[in-house]
Every structure is written in structure tokens, then in C-alpha cells.
């Protein structure tokens, strides 16, 4: 009882702190509840990051600044990319 009682507190505080966070993140799941397919996180309607994830396991990423441009990459071989954006 009083296990199941710290899980509920615990998810909500996480629920708290993600509904006071602006980041919202949209995607689709398997079967399985897992992560599938390209996920894109967004803060106030521009896409900060796109993650792609098969069965759960994150295979890549975007990471992109307040302008759109691209700061860093993540390929699926798990080589770590950063970019200067030029400001243009």
C-alpha cells in the first residue's frame, strides 16, 4: 500500500512539473506502449528536437535553436554531430 501511495505521488509530481514545462512531445507508440517512429518535441508551436526511435531505443536526433536552425545531430550509429548556425 504505502508503495503504490509513493508511485502516485511520485507520477504526480512528474505530471506537475511536465504540465509546468512548455515542452510537449508527440509521436506514436507500439504495440508495446514503446516509443515508435519519429517523435517531435515542441516549445511554444516551433520543434526543438525530433528524436527517432524503433521499439523504444532512440536511434537518432535533431536538436534545433530559437530560429530553426540545426545545433546538434545524433545518427543511428550513434556518432555526435554539433553545429555553429550561421544566423543568416
Known amino acids: 500500500m504505502l508503495r ?5 505521488l511520485v507520477l504526480g509530481l512528474f505530471s506537475n512539473v511536465y504540465a509546468g514545462d512548455s515542452l510537449s512531445c508527440e509521436g506514436k507508440l507500439n504495440k508495446k ?4 517512429g519519429i517523435w517531435a518535441c515542441r516549445k511554444d508551436n ?7 526511435y524503433r521499439n ?3 536511434k537518432g536526433y535533431v536538436i534545433f535553436n530559437e530560429k530553426g536552425e540545426v545545433i546538434e545531430t545524433r545518427n543511428k550509429k550513434g556518432k555526435v554531430k554539433k553545429y555553429t548556425p550561421c544566423g543568416c
Request: glycine share 10%; hydrophobic share 40%; net charge positive.
Open 4 to 8: 503504490w501511495l509513493f508511485i502516485t
Open 56 to 58: 523504444g531505443v532512440l
Open 33 to 36: 506502449g514503446e516509443k515508435h
Open 46 to 52: 516551433k520543434v526543438v528536437r525530433r528524436e527517432q
